[in-house]
């Protein structure tokens, strides 16, 4: 008999549906990313929902968790849907697959405020920049300058997806590359702990319209230029201890620090070449645009904050699922509607 989980489940029952992506896809290694994070956690499917909104990276999610449920959103929307999904049962995980385009061009506005409304999911963005599905145009993530042979040059700067969810407010951003499985996975396994919004930004190459070396969303070029700002090795103990204010302090080239989530889990973090706190917004803002500006690929945890009140909080919302509350526990009494219309009189 295989290796089982904790569940007595063995990693292939956490599996979706065949790929209909191009061979080689990095949308395909995510994929089976999450499926080993979900296997590896022993997640129980019916307790995680998994969303999207349109383009090749939105078909994923029918190819990770077959025993969960999933929607396809409209373009750009995804992040209205999940808002929904987790306010009517907060006791759900969610992780939710984008795009470049997805999240950066028709869904910029969902991105910035369910990043401000801090709902508790993991969005997960590949990023190629391309339009994959409608034959390689460039995204809003593309290189300046950067030339396909049938659309001609991009003169336009790229969007930083990162950045822009820093500048947003998350409370968890990290980047990496979909040919990194180890730290793939392990971000993954953070993110899904992380109780606010957890920004995954993954270059992801599209292997038929943007796989030119000279692309910094390309495979040659992610496995040629990866700069991990830590090596990252996430520890669970078994157990959960208090909440307390999460604090770095300063360490040398080479050691070892631990940041201490709040469900009790440790991310160990060896400083490799860049001197990076996490735990320093202005720094993750500072990293990120040289990023952008010198066109260095860096990838690894990037911004982790305090977490701050869900949008649950912020609502008060009961622990349970708002779908199996009792009807006199949701219908305001005679005596309540009176003050009411009493206080509009």
């Known amino acids: 008999m295989g290796r089982t989980n904790k569940l007595g489940l063995s990693r292939n029952d956490y599996k979706g549906r065949p790929s209909t992506l191009c061979p080689g896809c990095g949308h395909d290694s995510i994929s089976n990313q999450i499926t080993s994070m979900a296997y590896e956690m022993g997640i129980e499917q019916h307790k995680i929902i998994k969303m999207s909104g349109i383009g090749c990276s939105s078909k994923t999610p029918a190819y990770f ?35 470049d385009g997805d999240t ?31 034959k390689g145009q460039f995204s809003a993530t593309a290189d300046e300058g950067q030339y396909l042979k049938y659309y001609g040059q991009n003169d336009l700067p790229a969007i930083d997806l990162a950045l822009e969810a820093v500048v947003a407010g998350a409370t968890f951003v990290a980047r990496s590359f979909s040919g990194d499985a180890k730290q793939v996975q392990t971000l ?28 910094t969303k390309s495979y040659p070029y992610g496995k040629e230029n990866e700069i991990p700002l ?46 990076h706190d996490p735990r320093n917004r202005r720094q993750a803002i500072d990293v990120l645009e040289q990023s952008l500006r010198e066109q260095i690929f860096l990838t690894g945890l990037i911004y982790y904050e305090e977490p701050r009140p869900t949008l649950a909080d912020h609502e008060n919302l009961v622990e349970t699922p708002l779908a199996n509350l009792e009807s006199d526990a949701i219908r305001p009494s005679k005596e309540a509607l009176d003050k009411v219309m009493q206080s509009l009189m």
């Not at 396994?189 to 992380?194: G, M």
């Not at 360490?251 to 400083?271: A, F, S, W």
């Open 230 to 275: 830590h090596e990252i090795q996430l520890l669970a103990p078994d157990y959960v201890d208090a909440k307390e204010e999460i604090t770095v302090d300063d360490y040398e080239e080479g050691e070892v620090i631990t940041v201490d989530m709040h469900d009790g889990t440790h991310i160990l973090l060896k400083k490799l070449d860049h001197d």
């Open 188 to 215: 993954l396994q953070a993110a899904i702990r992380h109780p606010g919004t957890a920004i995954l930004d993954i270059i992801s190459p599209c292997v038929t319209f943007n796989n030119d070396i000279s692309s």
């Open 104 to 134: 950066g061009s028709i869904g910029m506005g969902q991105f910035k405020h369910v990043i401000r409304r801090n709902v508790p999911f993991v969005y997960i963005i590949e990023n190629n920049g391309v339009y994959g599905l409608t």
């Open 65 to 99: 968790l077959g025993g969960s449920h999933g929607f396809n959103a409209l373009h750009g929307r995804m992040p209205s849907v999940v808002t929904g999904a987790l306010m009517a049962n907060r006791s759900l995980s969610c992780v939710a697959v984008s795009g």
